[in-house]
């Protein structure tokens, strides 16, 4: 157990709707990670917020966005959705302290999405 | 444009013996690797990581090296174990650049045979 919260576990909804996944960081996490794992993409890395403010893009698409709360917690929001975007999201954090990039991430266990 | 190259999709390895698992990479300004493994079900976790400015790094069953001159780089894994049974992503970052984002590769499926 890496300490990092997901939720859903599973999320099946259907093409054009919007989904909200949830992460709760390690506690004393201050930097959060969003990635996707898709069949034939991999491990993309998405966006890495920091303490409430976004600290680097990855590939992440125009109909995505994410926010980190005053809490740390974090919420990636899937727009418009289309049957590609079906995949594993994973949410990572890390203690870093100056906001850069950190190779200990921790992990959380992901949210399988589903588009039909 | 696959910046970040596993080749293998899959490799089978008989217990005790080396598993060699490989990763190319086209970006010169990457000056990071990582290796890291994932279980099914599970989120990746972080395995090792070497800098450009070295060649090889160890720690304990599990040695990266670095080829710069061939943007190539390897995990060796000795003795292979049972344990070892997961899908490995090569990672690459340029940490010199101020966004230094990391780029995964597709992975490779370890599977360790008794």
């Known amino acids: 157990d890496s300490g990092v919260t997901q939720t859903p576990k599973h999320l099946i909804t259907a093409t054009g709707q919007r989904v909200t996944l949830r992460c709760s960081p390690r506690?004393?996490?201050?930097?959060v990670y969003w990635y996707q794992q898709s069949l034939d993409q991999g491990l993309q890395f998405l966006i890495q917020?920091?303490?409430?403010?976004?600290?680097a893009k990855g590939n992440i698409l125009e109909r995505f966005s994410a926010q980190q709360f005053p809490d740390l917690h974090s919420e990636l929001n899937l727009s418009s959705l289309e049957l590609g975007d079906s995949a594993l999201y994973f949410c990572?954090?890390?203690?870093?302290?100056?906001?850069?990039?950190?190779?200990?991430?921790?992990f959380g266990p992901g949210t399988r999405l589903t588009v039909l | 444009d696959q910046q970040v190259k596993q080749n293998s999709p899959s490799l089978s390895v008989q217990e005790g013996r080396i598993s060699i698992l490989n990763c190319d990479y086209t970006?010169?300004?990457?000056?990071?690797f990582l290796w890291y493994k994932k279980y099914p079900a599970e989120g990746p976790t972080f395995l090792i990581s070497?800098?450009?400015?070295?060649d090889k790094n160890e720690d304990g069953r599990f040695t990266v090296f670095l080829n710069k001159s061939a943007k190539h780089l390897s995990l060796h894994i000795v003795p292979s174990q049972p344990g070892d049974s997961a899908v490995y992503f090569c990672?690459?970052?340029?940490?010199?650049?101020?966004?230094?984002?990391?780029?995964f590769g597709k992975g490779t499926r370890l599977h360790i045979l008794p």
């Open positions: 917020y920091y303490n409430g403010e976004e600290r």
């Open positions: 970006n010169s300004m990457f000056d990071y």
């Open positions: 506690s004393g996490d201050l930097s």
């Open positions: 070497i800098s450009s400015i070295k």
């Open positions: 990572a954090s890390s203690v870093e302290t100056s906001g850069r990039w950190s190779d200990t991430q921790y």
């Open positions: 990672a690459a970052s340029a940490r010199g650049r101020r966004d230094d984002k990391i780029i």
